[in-house]
Antibody
């Protein structure tokens, strides 16, 4: 059974960097049949995919256009986890942030396991 | 215009069936897309239900009851989640999702009320 455990601060000041970590159990961040995603949810923006990291022959990242200039997602193979950094945050970045696994099984690639969610509030 | 559009709310009676729609933006052909469906209850992350591309290409999520099924309405350019034999526990928000332009995109969600 895959489990994703999120950690990180729930309050970030405007213009600072939001940082969250997602620890994986039951799978490997280096798996060739998964990608590791960050998704956020807010009343104003709904569910919004932010990006993902995954390893095939090398490490790859894909990022949403809306945050591409501010986002970094990094794997940490030594701790079997991955992280999210979002720079220059504003109150519009206030949301519940989720980490999630996308399982690659042929043409079916569901995002099937989610972390518990972290409410991040951007406020001074 | 959003890629995926869902009605904001739907009500149905226990034991009845509910058809939740997910309309694709004009110019995007539903026939070429795989539509994923999620259920979300308050305070919890979305839970994967199933995905549907065609009658011969669909996948039920692990442990998801067969009361949940997917389909498409090509004339409406929409994906459909059908829930039969509605139960009170089916009351939740339902989201559709698809891969479009190198990104996962979500619909705005439908709040299903069972009363």
């Amino acid at each position: 059974q895959v489990q994703l455990q999120q950690s990180g601060p729930g309050l970030v000041k405007p213009s600072q960097t939001l940082s969250l970590t997602c620890a994986i159990s039951g799978d490997s961040v280096s798996s060739n049949s998964a990608t590791w995603n960050w998704i956020r949810q807010s009343p104003s923006r709904g569910l919004e995919w932010l990006g993902r990291t995954y390893q095939r022959s090398k490490w790859y990242n894909d990022y949403a256009v809306s945050v591409r200039s501010r986002i970094t997602i990094n794997p940490d193979t030594s701790k079997n986890q991955f992280s999210l950094q979002l720079t220059s945050v504003t109150p519009e970045d206030t949301a519940v942030y989720y980490c999630a696994r996308e399982e690659i099984t042929g043409p079916n690639t569901p995002i099937d396991y989610w972390g518990q969610g972290t409410l991040v509030t951007v406020s001074s | 215009q959003a890629v995926l559009t869902q009605p904001s709310s739907l009500s149905a009676s226990p034991g009845a069936s509910a058809s939740l729609t997910c309309s694709l933006r004009s110019g995007i052909n539903v026939g070429t897309y795989r539509i994923y469906w999620y259920q979300q209850k308050p305070g919890s992350p979305p839970q994967y239900l199933l995905n549907y591309k065609s009658h011969s290409d669909e996948q039920q999520g692990s442990g998801v009851p067969s009361r949940f099924s997917g389909s498409k309405d090509a004339s409406a350019n929409a994906g459909i989640l059908l829930i039969s034999g509605l139960q009170s526990e089916d009351e939740a928000d339902y989201y559709c999702m698809t891969w479009h332009s190198s990104a996962w995109v979500f619909g705005g969600g439908t709040k299903l009320t069972v009363l």
